[in-house]
């Protein structure tokens, strides 16, 4: 919703009989902001997507993940066989298969999943520089940091976060880091020019 400037109206719609109605609209003062990208802008996110596809920014994740899972599948297997590690958490003469999942999935894959995540996010940020990079050699470069700067500032985004904090948990570099990748980006264009 924030993607598309306020050239319709979305209040339009009908009432309980069916009949088209008008809601009223809101008298706004010149001075005041309008949301969202204009054409251009919405031309440079969609060559940034183009990115993507062009890229194979989703089909490799997911390879990625079949394969991740069929190793958890078989490291379960094995795992759930392991009379020993039960019986370090108190099962003795007993094998719960529930309490060997539990076992397994807590204690065994969080850390092994932490470093997975780790790994996860730092692909997909590169990904999303790699996608920035394609807007950028399509002659988007003005447009997308423009919309960008827009999105952050109608969806309310902080534009600061810290790089190692970001790392760890964002899946898209913070709004300062696209730009000057997307400045550099270019600066290396135009040189080549």
Not at 74 to 103: H, R
Not at 151 to 171: C, E, G, Q, W
Request: aromatic share 12%; net charge negative; with cysteine.
């Amino acid at each position: 919703d924030t993607l598309l400037d306020d050239t319709c109206n979305p209040m339009l719609g009908l009432d309980e009989n069916g009949n088209k109605r008008e809601f009223p609209v809101e008298e706004v003062s010149s001075d005041a902001k309008k949301k969202g990208c204009n054409q251009e802008e919405v031309v440079a996110v969609l060559g940034h997507e183009l990115g993507h596809w062009y890229h194979g920014h989703v089909w490799k994740p997911m390879i990625l993940n079949q394969f991740l899972i069929l190793g958890m599948f078989y490291t379960f297997g094995i795992l759930v066989k392991n009379k020993k590690m039960l019986a370090d958490f108190g099962f003795v003469d007993e094998q719960p298969t529930l309490i060997s999942l539990l076992v397994i999935f807590q204690f065994i894959f969080s850390p092994f999943n932490r470093v997975i995540s780790a790994l996860s996010i730092y692909i997909t940020r590169c990904f999303e520089f790699q996608a920035d990079r394609f807007a950028v050699g399509l002659g988007k470069g003005e447009k997308l940091q423009s919309s960008l700067i827009k999105l952050v500032t109608d969806n309310l985004s902080f534009p600061i976060a810290d790089r190692l904090f970001s790392m760890f948990n964002y899946s898209h570099p913070p709004i300062l880091e696209r730009l000057a990748a997307i400045r550099e980006e270019m600066a290396k264009k135009s040189k080549e020019e």
